[in-house]
């Protein structure tokens, strides 16, 4: 295993410490826990949180920003953060307006956050949560119950933030949050596992001729494994995947991410993005925002994921393309 990193003890710390350093003007780190925060002015809106296991960079750290996350609470690679690590960034955010967060669909997530709900409730903290569980592959995974929680939760960061900029209370947050999360799915691929670096070892095996569909970003096991295919195949599979699922009509208005898992170069997402708008120009969409970029990771996994969502409510065009001030939302 080759990485440049110091101890693998020292990874999280020595992480943020440089992520902070480069971002100094934007966020700080809790001295009491790995939590970032913004520095933007943040008591006249709903605060809001995610976080969840690291190795997914850019998320969550880098959405800490004004216009999006007010704090990300980061665990261990692939770990979840503690109920005490998370309720510290939540004390350390919280106002009148209470306390949003934004939680992807894993177990361990999931449990944490909910206890750490409970424990700010018993504080006097008006606290609400979001479930994404926009990954489409598979209904039960390796540490999930129901659907997994993957690039789509960056589009609820992105809206959410919006509207709470906008001045949204919290109940409100937590209701459109849950509507929102209907509205968007994601698929995607694997050309090589991720190593996680206190292993030495990749999670899974795929040979040199081999791809696994629906892999989750810890390396969940997808829904089928096939011989590579060129781009323009492996958009067709992902692109009728996600039609299925949204049973979408010609002249239906959606937004598309293509997200890299890690190691995947922006050359080849360019390419992807292309076979893409190929193929939902044929199916007669009306696609009003499109971005590409490595914004939830999984380490150094090679492949890529494609998450859309519809616009049933066109607001949601203008949260995505609203202004913010973050390291990894340009």
Partial sequence: MKKIINHTDDILQEMLRGFCYENDELVYK?????????KSEHDDRVSLI????????????????????????CGEIFTSPTPDQILEAITS???????????????????????????AADEGIDVEM?????????????????????????????????YAAQGMDLKSLKVMGDKLVKDIKTIGV?????????????????????????VG???????????????????????????????????????ILVNGLGATPYMEQYIFMNDVRSLLEQEGLNIEFKKSGNLMTSLDMEGISLTMIRFNNREWISALKSDVNTAAWR
């Fill in 50 to 73: 995610s976080g969840g296991g690291s190795g997914h960079e850019p998320a969550h750290a880098g959405f800490v920003g004004d216009g999006m996350l007010t704090a990300a609470v």
């Fill in 130 to 162: 979001v479930v994404v569980n926009d990954d489409i592959a598979v209904e039960d995974s390796t540490y999930t119950t129901g659907r997994r929680g993957v690039a789509g939760t960056v589009f609820v960061h992105k809206i959410l933030g919006y």
């Fill in 190 to 214: 694997a050309l090589d596992a991720a190593t996680v670096p206190a292993v030495g070892k990749k999670g899974f095996e795929l040979n040199d001729q081999e791809i696994e569909f629906g």
């Fill in 30 to 38: 809790l001295d009491s826990a790995e939590v970032i925060v913004t």
């Fill in 217 to 255: 970003i810890h390396g969940e096991p997808g829904y089928h494994r096939t011989a590579m295919k060129p781009s323009h195949e492996l958009a067709q599979e992902m692109v009728q995947k996600l039609k299925k699922e949204f049973t979408w009509s010609p002249g239906d208005t959606y937004g």
């Fill in 93 to 119: 955010v919280k106002n009148d307006k209470g306390v949003l967060l934004i939680v992807k669909n894993y177990s361990g997530d999931i449990m944490n956050f909910e206890m750490a709900q409970e424990l």
